[in-house]
């Protein structure tokens, strides 16, 4: 199933990319370097979590930069 993307789509998908590029990532990279000063990473939870959803983001940037494309 190969769906043509209208220009409309594709507009949604550039907003949603900006914004996490511009708005999102910057905010999680912070919160990593924060987390991360908590101490010991082996068992430092926030830390995991915070990589965790810095990684999610990256991979929806990934996806919506291809879609786009």
């Known amino acids: 199933m190969h769906d043509d993307l209208t220009a409309q789509d594709i507009e949604m998908m550039q907003k949603e990319l900006d914004h996490r590029?511009?708005?999102?990532?910057?905010?999680l990279i912070e919160e990593v370097?924060?987390?991360?000063?908590?101490?010991?990473?082996?068992?430092?939870?926030?830390?995991?979590?915070a990589k965790q959803e810095l990684n999610k983001c990256k991979r929806r940037i990934r996806y919506l930069e291809g879609m786009i494309s």
């Open 21 to 27: 590029k511009l708005e999102l990532m910057p905010e």
């Open 33 to 49: 370097k924060r987390t991360r000063a908590f101490g010991d990473l082996s068992e430092n939870f926030e830390y995991k979590a």
